[in-house]
């Protein structure tokens, strides 16, 4: 798995379905338990969904497209924790 890249259609599409299965049970962030903004206009906002790998895609690269190893974030926690474990 670690031949995915970053903008890769399956990536994606993976991703989508984190989003939405964590939307249809209104999941907080998993970081900051806090609620995510689901109807966000903008989704670079703050406190826009972002899907975060828990075992960084840096150190982890087997695990990129494992719904397993992605959970939902607010962005700006995402971005906060950046590469380093959950």
Do not use: F
Not at 68 to 75: D, G, K, P, Q
């Amino acid at each position: 798995m670690s031949s995915i890249s970053r903008d890769s259609r399956r990536l994606r599409n993976i991703y989508k379905r984190v989003k939405l299965q964590a939307q249809l049970s209104d999941a907080p962030c998993a970081i900051c338990g806090q609620p995510i903004a689901w109807d966000a206009r903008d989704p670079r906002a703050d406190d826009a969904p972002s899907v975060d790998h828990v075992r960084p895609w840096s150190t982890h690269p087997e695990l990129r497209a494992d719904p397993a190893n992605l959970r939902v974030t607010h962005n700006a926690c995402n971005k906060a924790r950046g590469a380093r474990a959950a």
